[in-house]
């Protein structure tokens, strides 16, 4: 059964970086597209960043430059790598392959200004 841990999360000050972590599991990572989401409180979901396969990456216009994703099929885990790091920015993030139904726990991210 396909899960999501992600972990990494906490919180930093205005500026600073984080990496988050997803751990996936009930699929070979190697062979999806996957995705990071976020959720900031009394708000919708949004979309982050996709991750293709062969490497190609898109971002939401407000966190290009700023953040990274990337893999590692060999260990089935999607990165997030968070710099200059923003107040609106704090969120509870998941990851998720795409068009998958099922989301992990997320991870709390806080960034104080």
């Known amino acids: 059964q396909v899960q999501y841990v992600e972990s990494g999360g906490g919180l930093v000050q205005s500026g600073g970086s984080l990496r988050l972590t997803c751990a996936c599991s009930g699929f070979v990572l190697s062979d999806e597209i996957m995705t990071w989401h976020r959720q900031a409180p009394g708000k919708a979901r949004e979309w982050v960043a996709t991750l293709a396969p062969g490497g190609a990456t898109f971002y939401l216009d407000s966190v290009k430059g700023r953040f990274t994703a990337s893999r590692d099929d060999a260990k089935n885990t999607l990165y997030l790598q968070m710099s200059s790091l923003k107040p609106e920015d704090t969120a509870v993030y998941y990851c998720?392959?795409?068009?998958?139904?099922?989301w992990g726990q997320g991870t709390q991210v806080t960034v104080s200004s």
């Open positions: 998720q392959k795409y068009e998958s139904t099922t």
